[in-house]
């Protein structure tokens, strides 16, 4: 399986949180358009003609291109790539962004799978995390995309907020329930020094995150997701059965990607690229950086990966991919964790519990070659 990332940079304003390359102008969307759609085609040999089974419109805020301008975008994918009948094509969408029209104009293009930033169904912990939306507008928003036809739709959460006390993110998971929605993307809130949150929080403006909060609200999540039938198939990620994420698979499994836009990545089992970031550049000449990955730094990504999902970390891939040492070097250093009951073990196949998983980047250092 190979899928396409197809990163569109505009954005109405910049949320407060977010550390993704975005810019609020969109004076050059027309020339992004078709330098994004020219990259395409002189790119299109580095899949290596396999099939693409998913296609992903990331951002920034992809639902602020007209429909007509995702339409030309997809015509010329399926133009120049093997995109199969039954390819998954996912929107990001904001909820201010779209209407009951647009959404059924997208639906009619292709696009089988949205993923919609609510974030909260309360308002002030929109407003805390610089949400241009409302909570009445959200619910209206998740109604149209039923309404277009959309069966599949990932609908993303925050917890971890501190405005957010336990009641109401139970509350969160409740209205999430209601709406029949088969798949939960939900994060921990994470502030990066650079955003305007990290700022704020510095100067004292805003609260900081309290990580016990973090915890608990984390717990809540996996117990509430559990009992309402969803799978925990990756750290952030829950859905029930036959509803993953088919194109986030793909990252997780270690499989090629190629990325189309300012700062997307590319991956083809060998090698890392990534675009230039900014618009204008991109416009100019979308040049790239590469780094060829050595035996070491695919070893740890298989690891990094990998333990973020309930399929685990498989040490006979480990030893017929990378070498006896390596295979070695992993099952010693897992062992405490099974102790501490973070991991089980399922034949050659090491997986992180739901508790676990609060740990995994930590543990993967640990075994990192």
Known sequence: MAGLYIHIP????????????????????????????????????????EEVRTVYFGGGTPSLLKPAEIGGIIDVLRQH????????????ANPDTVSKDTLKEYKELGIN????????????????????????????????????????VT????????????EKWCRNLELFFATGINHLSAYALTVEEKTALGQRIAKGLAAPVNEDSVIRQYGILVE?????????????????????????????????????????HSYDGVSRQWNVAGVKDYCDSYSFEKEKLTLDDRYNEYVMTSLRTCWGCDAEYIRNNFGEKYAEKFE???????????????????ILNDHGMLFADGIAVEVFA
Not at 122 to 130: M, R
Not at 247 to 257: D, F, P, S
Not at 343 to 349: A, E, G, N
């Open 155 to 166: 609908l993303d959460l925050i917890y971890g907020i501190p405005t957010l006390t336990d």
């Open 332 to 350: 010693k250093g897992v062992k405490n964790h099974i102790l501490a009951g973070k991991m089980f073990q399922q034949d050659q196949k090491y």
């Open 10 to 49: 505009f954005c109405k304003s910049k949320c407060a949180y977010c550390n993704f390359f975005s810019v609020v102008s969109d004076k050059q969307r027309a020339d992004f358009v078709e330098a994004l759609k020219k990259e395409a085609v002189d790119r299109k040999d580095y899949l290596g003609g």
């Open 224 to 264: 509430m997701t559990r009992q309402h039938g969803f799978e925990h198939y990756e750290i952030s990620n829950f859905a029930r059965p036959g509803h993953y994420s088919k194109h986030n698979t793909i990252y997780w499994k270690g499989e090629k990607y190629l990325g189309l836009g300012p700062s997307a």
């Open 81 to 92: 790539y093997k995109i199969t009948a039954a390819a998954e094509i996912t929107l990001e």
């Open 113 to 152: 799978r949205l993923s919609i930033g609510i974030q909260s169904f309360f308002d002030d912990d929109l407003q805390y995390l610089s949400r241009k939306h409302d909570s009445k507008h959200a619910l209206q928003v998740l109604e149209w995309a039923k309404a277009a036809g959309f069966q599949e």
